[in-house]
């Protein structure tokens, strides 16, 4: 039987919260909306950007079966089922499964810094034990564990595994498992730190899973669009060097920092944090609504930008903890 295909934007959801805490799940309709209306291919629950770690277990079931039941068919719906074991995994997987995902990503198990050849035990013996279609994330800044592209080739025949999320920052890595047309589809992360993107795409990935696409989902599917004529490599150009500024707000702090704090200002249904994560404020917040600004996007998807709040600018004078590029913290956390 034939693998399922997903190219283009592969975005990242943040959970968005109640004032009580609850998770919202009205505002997970309105942001899936959202998403189905301007290009996303698939979303990924509880990845990174849904604070999964956040999660009680009761709450991580409940979004599969909750947001589950809001599929039109226009977008692939996957669901972050990394646990701190094998065995835990394994369940998560099959109660996604059982609930109506489309797939799954799983990243190592945290903490634990397992061997590489345990490592990759772990992952044959997740898609051994389902028929859904899952994805790998190689994501050692969090986890601690790395898998070099050989092993990923390795992983990449068994027949449940259908994406692949790169996010190291080893451009080679990228090239190697390009090269060799493995029977998936190959993403990496939006960090502009990472560095990643623009190889990948240039060297026939797929798309981007991306975070980025929370607040500009339109741009980030353009900027996922697998190139195949002669015109798509200026497209990109054009694209990547306009949003580069968002990119870089994006990932000025921890995931999802940055982009849930950006949502809430600008009038999405994103809630808080959860503690001990806090809200960007002052003019680490201002810089990033500069840049939706300066980059039209408030008139491109009616954003509001609040008053109150002084221009980037003026604020870097007075504070010292205003946003600025980074490094790519914001391509870890477990199932992203």
């Given at each position: 039987m034939?693998?399922?295909?997903?190219?283009?934007?592969?975005?990242a959801?943040?959970?968005?919260f109640?004032?009580?805490?609850?998770?919202?799940?009205?505002?997970?309709r309105?942001?899936?909306?959202?998403?189905?209306?301007?290009?996303?291919?698939?979303?990924?629950?509880?990845?990174?950007?849904?604070?999964?770690?956040?999660?009680?277990?009761?709450?991580?079931r409940?979004?599969?079966?909750e947001?589950?039941?809001?599929?039109?068919?226009?977008?692939?719906?996957f669901?972050?089922?990394?646990?701190?074991?094998?065995?835990?995994?394994?369940?998560?997987?099959?109660?996604a499964?059982?609930?109506?995902?489309?797939?799954?990503?799983?990243a190592?198990?945290?903490?634990?810094?397992?061997?590489?050849d345990?490592?990759?035990?772990?992952?044959?013996?997740?898609?051994?034990?389902?028929?859904?279609?899952?994805?790998?994330?190689?994501n050692?800044?969090?986890?601690?564990?790395d898998l070099?592209?050989?092993?990923?080739?390795?992983?990449?025949?068994?027949?449940?595994?259908?994406?692949?999320?790169?996010s190291?920052?080893?451009?080679?890595?990228?090239?190697?498992?390009?090269?060799?047309?493995?029977?998936?589809?190959?993403?990496?992360?939006?960090?502009?730190?990472?560095?990643?993107?623009?190889?990948?795409?240039?060297?026939?990935?797929?798309?981007?899973?991306?975070?980025?696409?929370?607040?500009?989902?339109?741009?980030?599917?353009?900027?996922?669009r697998?190139?195949?004529?002669?015109?798509?490599a200026?497209t990109?150009?054009?694209?990547?060097l306009?949003?580069?500024?968002l990119?870089?707000f994006?990932?000025?702090?921890?995931?999802?920092?940055?982009?849930?704090?950006?949502m809430?200002?600008?009038g999405?249904?994103?809630?808080?944090?959860?503690r001990?994560?806090?809200?960007?404020?002052?003019?680490?917040?201002?810089?990033?609504?500069?840049?939706v600004?300066?980059?039209g996007?408030?008139?491109?998807?009616a954003?509001?930008?609040?008053?109150?709040?002084?221009?980037?600018?003026?604020s870097?004078?007075?504070?010292?903890?205003?946003?600025?590029?980074?490094?790519?913290q914001g391509?870890?956390?477990?199932?992203?």
């Amino acid at each position: 039987m034939a693998k399922m295909t997903i190219e283009g934007s592969f975005v990242a959801l943040i959970t968005p919260f109640n004032h009580d805490g609850s998770v919202d799940f009205a505002a997970f309709r309105t942001l899936l909306r959202f998403q189905e209306d301007h290009g996303t291919s698939a979303v990924l629950f509880m990845g990174s950007t849904g604070e999964p770690t956040m999660l009680s277990p009761e709450e991580r079931r409940q979004v599969v079966v909750e947001t589950a039941r809001m599929k039109t068919g226009r977008m692939r719906f996957f669901y972050g089922c990394t646990g701190p074991s094998t065995e835990a995994t394994i369940a998560n997987v099959r109660f996604a499964r059982d609930h109506g995902a489309d797939g799954a990503i799983i990243a190592a198990p945290p903490y634990i810094c397992a061997s590489e050849d345990d490592t990759e035990r772990f992952f044959i013996d997740v898609a051994d034990a389902t028929d859904l279609p899952l994805g790998i994330y190689n994501n050692p800044p969090r986890v601690q564990t790395d898998l070099h592209w050989t092993r990923l080739l390795r992983l990449f025949r068994h027949p449940n595994y259908v994406v692949h999320k790169e996010s190291t920052a080893r451009v080679a890595q990228v090239a190697q498992v390009l090269a060799a047309r493995p029977d998936v589809a190959v993403m990496c992360c939006d960090s502009p730190a990472l560095g990643l993107v623009v190889p990948t795409m240039a060297l026939g990935g797929h798309g981007t899973a991306n975070m980025t696409g929370n607040v500009a989902p339109a741009e980030m599917a353009v900027l996922s669009r697998p190139w195949r004529g002669a015109g798509d490599a200026e497209t990109f150009r054009e694209a990547y060097l306009r949003l580069l500024p968002l990119l870089h707000f994006t990932y000025s702090a921890i995931n999802p920092v940055p982009v849930k704090s950006l949502m809430r200002a600008l009038g999405l249904p994103a809630g808080d944090l959860r503690r001990p994560l806090r809200a960007l404020e002052g003019g680490a917040l201002a810089s990033g609504l500069d840049v939706v600004r300066s980059l039209g996007l408030d008139g491109t998807y009616a954003y509001t930008i609040p008053s109150g709040i002084p221009a980037a600018a003026e604020s870097r004078v007075q504070e010292s903890g205003a946003a600025t590029p980074s490094a790519p913290q914001g391509c870890v956390l477990p199932g992203a």
